[in-house]
């Protein structure tokens, strides 16, 4: 009998463990409180009122690292709970990367002003063995990593920028190779191929994007909310050059309510994959835009396949009478599927 009782009570406790092993687990879902970092105490051991981990970077050496990748180090790989790296204002002249094996990671600060990640690679620059580092490696800072976020921070590449045409001057500022991140209020800046936005589902909310040619590009299927994308073009360039493939492959670009604006003229969007997918919706476009407003990447093919819409736009570049004709003026069901957070499956993944 006492065997008995005491062997239901051992059930009952592991029963309580599991239960409380189970609410520890992360969730897999972006929510507001990824992007606070309030009261912070001043060592890596600090967690925040979520129970999320901590580390604050520092250049004077107050914190727990000078640098930022200093502080990705710290984070063990296979990491499954949110960890949040403060990065105090300053300006970080640093390559930085987070590897797939390290999700759940945010970078923040109090203002993308005040707190900037740079460095200045090239797509023509050498490698340590003598090889070129291509446009993939040039990027200042890379994440191959699920569930990042990124708030208030200036991800910046300062290579001399180039005209159209030149030969290994792509420079990236950013590239995203992760699924599921979110960017809030984060400044991009570069000239040619600032923003690689590589592949996943990613949501970019308030954020500035700044380049000349192509300076969103890559696979990645995105949404690009209240955004201002601001060229610095020397003569033309473009926005947008979606990587889309095959039309079985769901990727492509949501601009909804961005306003594009700056120097130069610019095309709306490329088709550097035979599939390209780009729409703006409800977008501000300045005079900067050219007329026939999208590209065919000099393959008159790909104007049966690729797919560049606009939805409602509005500025002296929002004029249609000149667009080509392969390119598409949206109606509401059309446009539908674009112009919230289920285009990236939103309900999946975020909890704003």
Not at 18 to 37: L, N, V
Not at 114 to 126: E, G, K, L, N, P
Not at 297 to 303: E, I, K, V
């Given at each position: 009998m006492n065997f008995f009782v005491f062997s239901l009570f051992v059930v009952a406790c592991?029963?309580?463990?599991?239960?409380?092993?189970?609410?520890?687990?992360?969730?897999?879902?972006?929510?507001?409180?990824?992007?606070?970092?309030?009261?912070?105490?001043g060592n890596n051991n600090f967690k925040d009122g979520a129970h999320n981990r901590v580390i604050l970077v520092s250049k004077d050496g107050s914190g727990d690292s000078r640098t930022v990748q200093g502080a990705?180090?710290?984070?063990?790989?296979?990491?499954?709970?949110?960890?949040?790296?403060?990065?105090?204002?300053?300006?970080?002249?640093?390559?930085?990367?987070?590897?797939?094996?390290?999700?759940?990671?945010?970078?923040?600060?109090?203002?993308?002003s005040?707190?900037?990640?740079?460095?200045?690679?090239?797509?023509?620059?050498?490698g340590p063995n003598g090889q070129t580092v291509g446009t993939f490696y040039s990027a200042s800072v890379a994440v191959e990593s699920d569930y990042f976020c990124a708030k208030g921070i200036t991800f910046e590449n300062t290579a001399q920028g180039a005209g159209p045409g030149a030969i290994g001057m792509q420079a990236v500022a950013l590239r995203l190779s992760g699924d599921k991140a979110m960017l809030y209020r984060c400044r991009i800046l570069g000239s040619q191929d600032t923003l690689f936005d590589h592949m996943g589902r990613h949501y970019f909310l308030e954020c500035y994007v700044q380049g000349s040619i192509d300076f969103i590009f890559g696979n990645a299927r995105s949404l690009y909310q209240g955004c201002r994308l601001h060229a610095v073009a020397m003569s033309y360039g473009a926005?947008?050059?979606s990587q889309r493939n095959s039309p079985k492959d769901d990727s492509g670009f949501s601009f909804l309510d961005c306003r594009l604006d700056g120097s130069g003229i610019l095309y709306l969007g490329r088709a550097w994959g035979r599939y390209a997918r780009v729409v703006y919706s409800y977008c501000q476009l300045e005079g900067i835009i050219i007329p026939e407003?999208?590209?065919?990447?000099?393959?008159?093919?790909?104007?049966?396949t690729a797919w560049f819409g606009e939805f409602n736009c509005s500025g002296k570049g929002a004029n249609l009478r000149e667009r080509v004709q392969w390119a598409r003026s949206l109606n509401y069901n059309?446009?539908?599927?674009?112009?919230?957070?289920?285009?990236?499956?939103?309900d999946q993944w975020l909890r704003l």
């Open positions: 592991c029963r309580v463990l599991s239960c409380q092993g189970t609410q520890m687990q992360y969730k897999d879902f972006i929510s507001w409180d990824d992007f606070s970092a309030e009261n912070y105490s990705v180090n710290m984070i063990p790989d296979g990491n499954k709970e949110r960890v949040k790296i403060f990065i105090s204002p300053g300006v970080y002249r640093e390559k930085v990367i987070i590897p797939m094996r390290k999700p759940y990671i945010s970078f923040i600060a109090t203002g993308s005040q707190t900037v990640i740079s460095w200045h690679s090239r797509a023509s620059d050498r926005v947008a050059a407003g999208w590209s065919d990447w000099g393959d008159p093919s790909r104007t049966r059309e446009a539908r599927p674009f112009l919230d957070q289920n285009y990236i499956d939103g």
